[in-house]
């Protein structure tokens, strides 16, 4: 928690001190297009970034500022989304792949753990679960799909929508999924159910980015509008996901 790392439009990634946003040394060049997604790993000690355009997922040795192990081949081609995420325990990646494939790796040995059992076409976004036993994903024709990494659950795939997913989020019990759309919705699903809960709407544009807060009793979404929403849980029955509701924008 005491560094922030930011992605930037040339390919760059620059290091920040959490508490006086001042520069952690020099800029460092890790892609030849804009950075796509980003994230820690192994306790702040690894880095995992992807490049937009196909320039592969790298992984980056904090402490040196020096390549940690291969480049990975993610999304290959034109379409610019290569997504990709941490799991919250630090020790694995989940990216795309060019045979259209969701991947998963342990971070420290590069090794391969798991395969989706079906290819996904034009990958949208990636999401790991509290537990990191579930992998969210979603595709270029709106579905959402929920793949249990360890292959004791089939791969489910929740209802399609017209709009592709661009971000997921886990609330921090597991109990809520949060997908955001290029139709300027947010919508809540019921993972354990496979059911949507909820559609929010209030954005204006696409919803790029998601994320619940500490308790999960908040939910924060950016949009291509140019603002930044905060929705409040309101409270729920026993066993049923919580209801989420505007209360700031920025």
């Known amino acids: 928690g005491k560094m922030i790392a930011v992605g930037g439009g040339s390919g760059a ?103 989706s059992p079906e290819r996904v076409r034009f990958l949208h976004a990636l999401a790991f679960s509290p537990d990191g036993g579930l992998v969210a994903y979603s595709d270029e024709r709106g579905s959402v799909f929920l793949w249990d990494t360890s292959g004791r659950r089939p791969l489910r795939r929740l209802v399609a929508h017209d709009a592709p997913a661009n971000t997921l989020a886990f609330s921090p019990d597991g109990r809520t999924l949060a997908s955001g759309h290029m139709d300027h919705t947010i919508r809540l699903w019921h993972p354990a159910i496979g059911e949507e809960v909820a559609a929010m709407e209030g954005h204006t544009g696409w919803v790029w980015s998601l994320a619940f807060a500490e308790h999960g009793n908040a939910l924060v979404s950016s949009s291509r509008d140019g603002t930044v929403r905060v929705w409040r849980a309101t409270p729920s029955p026993a066993g049923s996901a919580p209801a989420f509701h505007p209360r700031t924008s920025r």
């Open 13 to 115: 990634v620059a290091f920040l001190d959490a508490e006086t946003l001042s520069p952690i040394g020099s800029p460092i060049n890790l892609h030849t297009a804009y950075v796509w997604s980003i994230g820690f790993g192994l306790d702040g000690k690894v880095l995992a970034t992807s490049g937009a355009l196909g320039t592969m997922v790298k992984l980056t040795d904090v402490a040196i500022r020096s390549p940690w192990g291969k480049p990975i081949r993610g999304v290959e081609g034109s379409f610019p989304p290569q997504p990709m995420t941490v799991s919250p325990d630090g020790r694995r990646l989940a990216t795309g792949s060019p045979e259209q494939l969701v991947r998963v790796r342990d971070i420290s040995s590069g090794r391969l753990v798991a395969s």
